[in-house]
Every structure is written in structure tokens, then in C-alpha cells.
């Protein structure tokens, strides 16, 4: 059972960074697609960034230019660096992958972007 656990999340002022992490363990092969979502009080989950195994990357377009994923494929570890916080960016953050044509979540990662 795969098991994916984010952190990294809190309370940014507008403009602010901040770096979030998820970790995935219970895997014997690699993994293949890992992504980001989020899920901002009365709106449907939304894809944020997702990264296959090989590095290729997409991004939702409210993002691009300020969100970077990235992933460390031996920590079986993704990474989503933000940058130039804004108000609608908050929401709890959510981990996905996909393994052995299964797909899993995290637990979710609340990231507030308030003055």
C-alpha cells in the first residue's frame, strides 16, 4: 500500500513562498506520475502541476510562472515551490501518484496566503 505523506504547508503573506514536500513510501518500483492539487472551501478539487517519471512537467495555467515542481526520483520524494503567493491560492494541498496503474492521495496540506 502506497503511502504519501505531504508537509511544508501554513500561513504566507501575499507575495510570500512557500515550499511544499510529499513523500511516498511502500513502493518497490518507481513511480510513475506524481502531482499536486488543490481544493480551495466550495470549489472541485483542481490539478496544480504533475511530473512524470521522466521530468516532463504541466501546470494549471493560474500557476505557471510562479509554481515549480519538481521531484528527487531516488527520495521517491515531489517538491512544489511557490512563489508570488496570492489570496486565491489558498486551499488544501493535495499529493498524487500514480503506481503500478493504481492511483493514490495524501492527506492534504492546508496553505493560507493572508496580510
Known amino acids: 500500500q502506497v503511502q504519501l505523506v505531504e508537509s511544508g504547508g501554513g500561513l504566507v503573506q501575499p507575495g510570500g513562498s512557500l515550499r511544499l514536500s510529499c513523500a511516498a513510501s511502500g513502493t518497490s518500483f518507481s513511480i510513475d506520475a506524481m502531482g499536486w492539487y488543490r481544493q480551495a472551501p466550495g470549489k472541485q478539487r483542481e490539478l496544480v502541476a504533475r511530473i512524470t517519471s521522466g521530468g516532463s512537467t504541466n501546470y494549471a495555467n493560474s500557476v505557471k510562472g510562479r509554481f515549480t515542481i519538481s521531484r528527487d526520483n531516488a527520495k521517491r520524494t515531489v517538491y512544489l515551490q511557490m512563489n508570488s503567493l496570492k489570496p486565491e491560492d489558498t486551499a488544501v494541498y493535495y499529493c498524487?501518484?500514480?503506481?503500478?496503474?493504481?492511483?493514490?492521495w495524501g492527506q492534504g496540506t492546508q496553505v493560507t496566503v493572508s496580510s
Open positions: 498524487n501518484a500514480d503506481y503500478l496503474y493504481k492511483n493514490y
